[in-house]
């Protein structure tokens, strides 16, 4: 059973990082397209950063220069480092796993998903 769990969320003032962690288990983080994406209230939900089949980071044009995503293998953890954070990045951050393929900033293209953590940014 795939199970991913997010941690790392908080509320911090414009300007400030945040780090994301998303352990998960079931699936070997080294082996499986992993990514993260987020959800603001009334918005949908958008690809934030993801790994893609060869391995390369992907990033949304709005957080690319701020967000790094890794992940540790040994760990078997996903990681979201978040600087500069801006209060349009609120929202609920959701990490994610097994791309189909497609438009990986599409959330229909992700298979497995976690529970998510809300992150606040205050101006």
């Known amino acids: 059973q795939v199970r991913l769990v997010e941690s790392g969320g908080g509320s911090v003032q414009a300007g400030g990082s945040l780090r994301l962690s998303c352990a998960a288990s079931g699936l070997s983080v080294s082996s499986y397209c992993m990514g993260w994406f987020r959800q603001a209230p009334g918005k949908e939900r958008e690809g934030v950063a993801g790994f893609d089949s060869d391995n390369r980071a992907r990033y949304a044009d709005s957080v690319k220069g701020r967000f790094t995503i890794s992940k540790d293998n040994a760990e078997n953890t996903l990681y979201l480092q978040m600087t500069s954070l801006k209060p349009e990045d609120t929202a609920m951050y959701y990490c994610?796993?097994?791309?189909?393929?497609?438009?990986?900033?599409?959330?229909?293209?992700?298979?497995?998903w976690g529970q998510g953590t809300q992150v606040t940014v205050s101006s």
């Open positions: 994610t796993a097994g791309w189909r393929g497609g438009r990986w900033y599409r959330p229909d293209e992700w298979i497995y």
